[in-house]
Each structure stands twice: as C-alpha cells, then as structure tokens.
C-alpha cells in the first residue's frame, strides 16, 4: 500500500485540492504550501532551501532558539510539582522563535497571537463543499 501511494502515485498525492479559502489567503496557491506540484512548485522549494533553510539562516537564528528554549525551562522549572501542559509551552516557544525570527522582536500579545494561529488553523483545517472550486 506505501509502495502505490509513494511510488506509482506520488503526484496524485502530492496535488492538493483547489480550495476557494486558499486562493484567498495564501496568493491563489502561489505559496510553497498550496502550490501545485511541478516546476513552480519545484522553483519555490529550491528558493525556501537556500535563501530560508540554508545553513548560514539556520545558524543565525541560534540565539533565538537558545533564548526561547531557556525560558521554556525556566518556565516549567517555576512551577514546581505541577502538571504542564507541553503542547502548549512548545506552541508557545514556536510562535514566538517564529516571531522573533521573522520580525526580529518578541510579539507583546503572544496570547492574542496564538488565539488568530488557533482559528486560521482551525478555518483551513475544516472542509466545506462550497469551499472547492468546481469551475
């Protein structure tokens, strides 16, 4: 069965669906993440990987990633003998590496922030015919 969907129909796998929702929001699925699969896609896939993912911004946002981890510690560590909630501590310690790694500033409202990434997620997560895009 893994052979069929990853080798005979890899491209029928790797199409996603034309949603109107991800026209709106994401350039008309000119996005690497809604993109379809061909040389387009292949183009922004080499540009993410070498502008975005190479070694040299990877290794310059090493700080960032030190400093949110180190208060994702010294947040557990402050509350001792209690259950935590690791989902959320790591949503947290990403939005905000995500952040501070984008805008170069730790955003004030993370919780505001978390809360408009929970419904965008919860949006495109769900599925409504009316959605797809039959013309």
Same mark, same amino acid.
């Given at each position: 069965m +893994? $052979?069929? &969907?990853?080798?005979?129909h890899?491209?029928s796998?790797?199409?996603?669906?034309? /949603? =109107?929702? !991800?026209?709106?929001?994401?350039?008309?699925?000119?996005?690497?993440?809604?993109?379809?699969?061909?040389?387009?896609?292949?183009?922004?896939?080499k540009?993410?990987?070498?502008?975005?993912?190479? +070694? $040299?911004? &990877?290794?310059s946002?090493?700080?960032?990633?030190?400093?949110?981890?180190?208060? /994702? =510690?010294? !947040?557990?560590?402050?509350?001792p003998?209690?259950?935590?909630?690791?989902?959320?501590?790591?949503l947290r310690?990403?939005s905000?590496?995500?952040?501070?790694?984008?805008f170069g500033?730790?955003?004030d409202?993370?919780?505001?922030?978390?809360?408009i990434m929970?419904?965008?997620l919860a949006?495109?997560g769900?599925f409504?015919?009316?959605?797809?895009?039959?013309?």
């Open positions: +893994a $052979k069929q &969907v990853l080798k005979v890899d491209l796998f790797a199409a996603r669906p034309k /949603l =109107v929702t !991800s026209d709106i929001i994401f350039y008309r699925q000119k996005d690497i993440f809604f993109a379809k699969y061909g040389d387009y896609w292949k183009q922004m896939r540009i993410c990987i070498s502008e975005l993912l190479g +070694a $040299k911004m &990877v290794k946002f090493s700080l960032i990633r030190q400093d949110e981890v180190h208060d /994702l =510690v010294a !947040s557990i560590r402050s509350t003998n209690v259950v935590v909630n690791m989902s959320e501590k790591v310690l990403t905000s590496a995500i952040c501070r790694s984008a500033k730790v955003w409202d993370r919780d505001y922030l978390l809360m929970r419904e965008v949006l495109l769900g409504d015919v009316s959605f797809l895009d039959i013309t």
